[in-house]
């Protein structure tokens, strides 16, 4: 059983800078991705960045230059650094981790509010 824990949301302004952070626990060798989803009030989930076991890393276009995944194998933690945020990042963040089985976990998720 594997158990996702994200922090680092807040209420930043636009142009400010957060990082959030997916810290994993439990049975975790059997991981194959990780990822960053949000969802914005009245809008779809969307994935916003993943990154693979293999360092393989995939954003949404529009997010592409502004924010980095990555991930410390050491501390079992995937990091989302955002910079250059915009009104429209405001949204719920969720870590989710994919394992070779297929089966997905998801984290309680995280805010973030970014103000004009």
């Known amino acids: 059983q594997v158990h996702l824990v994200e922090s680092g949301g807040g209420l930043v302004q636009a142009g400010e800078s957060l990082r959030l952070s997916c810290a994993a626990s439990?049975?975790?060798?059997?991981?194959?991705?990780m990822g960053w989803y949000r969802q914005a009030p009245g809008k779809q989930r969307e994935l916003v960045a993943s990154?693979?076991?293999?360092?393989?890393?995939n954003y949404a276009d529009s997010v592409k230059g502004r924010f980095t995944i990555s991930r410390d194998n050491a501390k079992n933690t995937v990091y989302l650094q955002m910079n250059s945020l915009k009104p429209e990042d405001t949204a719920g963040y969720s870590c989710?981790?994919?394992?070779?089985?297929?089966?997905?976990?998801w984290g309680q998720g995280t805010l973030v509010t970014v103000s004009s």
């Open positions: 989710n981790a994919v394992f070779s089985s297929g089966l997905e976990v």
């Open positions: 990154i693979t076991n293999g360092g393989r890393t």
């Open positions: 439990g049975t975790i060798f059997s991981i194959n991705a």
